[in-house]
Nanobody
Framework: QVQLVEFGGGLVQAGGSLRLSCAGD????????MGWFRQAPGKEREFVAA????????RYADSVKGRFTISRDNAKNTVYLQMNSLKPEDTAVYYC?????????????????WGQGTQVTVSS
């Protein structure tokens, strides 16, 4: 059973930065793609970013391109999301997830293990 725990959420002013971390526990996830998703109140969960297990293939949602950076350290079973130039519309609960495959695909059904989520609030 893979357990994922997110860290790093919080309250930040617009234009600020936060770095989210997601630590894996138990079975290693180094062979699988990892992704970040978010869910704002009253909205569906949406894709944010994903990385292949090598880190060489990365995908971003258009809304975060140029502002967010996903990375991973397989030796530490950890994936990161650096978020810069934050906007109020980035406010959401952010979830990391392990893919069942090696290619980063922005489809929720592709991900089989999820963290509990961490709240990110951006004030205007």
């Amino acid at each position: 059973q893979v357990q994922l725990v997110e860290f790093g959420g919080g309250l930040v002013q617009a234009g600020g930065s936060l770095r989210l971390s997601c630590a894996g526990d138990g079975r290693t996830f180094s062979s699988y793609a990892m992704g970040w998703f978010r869910q704002a109140p009253g909205k569906e969960r949406e894709f944010v970013a994903a990385t292949s297990w090598t880190g060489r293939t990365i995908r971003y949602a258009d809304s975060v391109k140029g502002r967010f950076t996903i990375s991973r350290d397989n030796a530490k079973n950890t994936v990161y999301l650096q978020m810069n130039s934050l906007k109020p519309e980035d406010t959401a609960v952010y979830y990391c997830a392990k893919s069942s495959g090696t290619i980063p695909i922005p489809t929720i059904a592709q991900y089989d293990y999820w963290g509990q989520g961490t709240q990110v609030t951006v004030s205007s």
